[in-house]
T-cell receptor, first 112, second 115 residues
């Protein structure tokens, strides 16, 4: 079993849809959870950063962490064509210079 | 400001060339990283510098040689690369120390092609 599992998609939705992206993990030591957005041929851009369990909202984006189920989610409301990108989940046990463990990334296309 | 800059944006080199990739951040971060990313794959960690000292080397071949001249700069020296080393090379940085932890901020990457 891989440490982090993420469905690579691709996922295609119409503009305005609510998008749900998910990752599961096996290492119960993970405490820091991140979502990165990566446009084609660009570096990953940090979207959301969450410590431990709970929800975090930033504009149209909501990150949820359920440590009891070892499951994290990213919700995108009112999705836009500009949200079309690959979304990578990442996590670590200590944060800082601790090694990040990435999911494979989910490729999302939002169609106008 | 959460900006990490990388130069050059693109690099094409032959297998006998020597070249260097550069990375810079002015956020006061004390940890810096090199990653390699192949198409449709997540980034793979290569090296970590913490307080300008190499703290992690993920068994990277010696044809890749990292250097951290100061807390703001990170270089990756390349020599005798193979075509399979062609990839997007990403630099990242994170805050470290003072009891706080933080996540990693990535630069835009250098797209390397080895002929």
């Amino acid at each position: 079993q891989k440490e982090v599992e993420q469905d690579p998609g691709p996922l295609s939705v119409p503009e305005g849809a609510i998008v749900s992206l998910n990752c599961t993990y096996s290492n119960s030591a993970f405490q820091y959870f991140m979502w990165y957005r990566q446009y084609s041929r660009k570096g990953p851009e940090l979207l959301m950063y969450t410590y431990s369990s709970g929800n975090k909202e930033d504009g149209r984006f909501t990150a949820q962490v359920d440590k009891s189920s070892k499951y994290i989610s990213l919700f995108i409301r009112d999705s836009q064509p500009s949200d079309s990108a690959t979304y990578l989940c990442a996590m670590s046990a200590q944060g800082g210079s601790e090694k990040l463990v990435f999911g494979k990334g989910t490729k999302l296309t939002v169609n106008p | 400001d959460t900006e990490v800059t990388q130069t050059p944006k693109h690099l094409v080199m032959g297998m006998t060339n020597k070249k260097s990739l550069k990375c810079e951040q002015h956020m006061g971060h004390r940890a810096m990283y090199w990653y390699k990313q192949k198409a449709k794959k997540p980034p793979e960690l290569m090296f970590v510098y913490s307080y300008e000292k190499l703290s992690i080397n993920e068994s990277v071949p010696s044809r890749f040689s990292p250097e951290c001249p100061n807390s703001s700069l990170l270089n990756l020296h390349l020599h005798a690369l193979q075509p399979e080393d062609s990839a997007l090379y990403l630099c990242a940085s994170s805050r470290e120390g003072t009891g706080r932890t933080d996540t990693q901020y990535f630069g835009p990457g250098t797209r390397l092609t080895v002929l």
